[in-house]
T-cell receptor
């Protein structure tokens, strides 16, 4: 199916466990992003990637790791989950062409609970 | 980071007009996006402003003043389905966006 997908949609884990959230897009967009959304904070950028093998930190990167070996995939790993990482995680992608603007397209989100 | 400020919640009647304001830091600013987010769903793109002035798109319009660091989203002829959170986001280079906390609009009959 075309578009941007995330898996799993819901995840419950325990403190200290490693968790990987997957993101896949079929548009061949250059840019991909990971956000977390919490009440009172809005969407905050965790990491982003301008192309395969190019990643950079966003506003709240601590405790997270990303990789991008292929253009279409951008997994986010919580190395040792903490309760403060309970949140809704959104992946997004955007192109980098010659358009006036490049809006970000969001995946459906992953609701993560850390017990 | 870039401070994006929005009021948090407003209630309006079906058929009414609502204006949602947003202020942003002008340093490094490229353009202003508005997104709509229904409860439990992903944000979806509504509009983009890069030049000063009003952009109209059906019942929704968005305004930008670059010198004042100010934007607003105007929702006309409100419908029940417009009940959602409206997010403004400043574009500051490298395709990165800085989002405000969102403004929850509740439409009542």
């Amino acid at each position: 199916d075309a578009g941007i997908t995330q898996s799993p949609r819901y995840k419950i884990t325990e403190t200290g466990r490693q968790v990987t959230l997957m993101c896949h897009q079929t548009w061949s967009h250059s840019y991909m992003f990971w956000y977390r959304q919490d009440l009172g904070h809005g969407l905050r950028l965790i990491y982003y990637s301008a192309a395969a093998d190019i990643t950079d930190k966003g506003e709240v990167p601590d405790g997270y790791v990303v990789s991008r070996s292929k253009t279409e995939n951008f997994p986010l790993t919580l190395e040792s989950a903490t309760r403060s990482q309970t949140s809704v995680y959104f992946c997004a992608s955007s192109g980098a062409g010659r358009r006036t603007y490049n809006e970000q397209f969001f995946g459906p989100g992953t609701r993560l609970t850390v017990l | 980071g870039q401070n994006i400020d929005q009021p948090t919640e407003m209630t309006a009647t079906e058929g009414a007009i609502v204006q949602i304001n947003c202020t942003y830091q002008t340093s490094g600013f490229n353009g202003l996006f508005w997104y709509q987010q229904h409860a439990g769903e992903a944000p979806t793109f509504l509009s983009y402003n890069v030049l000063d002035g009003l952009e109209e798109k059906g019942r929704f319009s968005s305004f930008l003043s670059r010198s004042k660091g100010y934007s607003y989203l105007l929702l006309k002829e409100l419908q029940m389905k417009d009940s959602a959170s409206y997010l403004c986001a400043g574009s500051y280079g490298n395709n990165r966006l800085a989002f405000g906390k969102g403004n929850q609009v509740v439409v009542i009959p």
